[in-house]
């Protein structure tokens, strides 16, 4: 049985973003304001079905997928590329690969106790987003 990923989650923390976003050749103002933000992540979950929200008060990004099934992405929220998305289960972790201009692209999502973690990798950057669950 996969993990339970339904809910909102407010972040906690997130370390490395400014690296990573610079690896995506994100601009300085862009990672500026991006950098001080505070997210919130919905997922509304049914089985591998999956429609996810990133909410802020700069810009919010949706992505739906089904663990196992490529897609074509556009990643409007972050650096605005079409990207080769395949999400997949690794044990009780959400495994996302990325191909496109960038390597060593993707995240892996995953819940300790009532904590999202989130671990987003661009080239050889590196970030690690916390969440914790809503009530």
Known sequence: MPADFNGQ??????????????ALDIDFATRKIAAHLTQTKVFVQNGDKFETKTLSTFRNYEVNFTVGEEFEEHTKGLDNRVVKTLVTWE?????????GE??????KHWIEGDLLHLEFTCQDKVCHQVFKKKQ
């Open 9 to 22: 989650w407010q972040m906690v923390s997130n370390e490395n973003f400014e690296e990573f976003m610079k």
């Open 91 to 99: 044990g009780e972790k959400l495994v996302c690969v990325q191909k």
């Open 102 to 107: 960038k390597e060593n692209r993707g995240w």
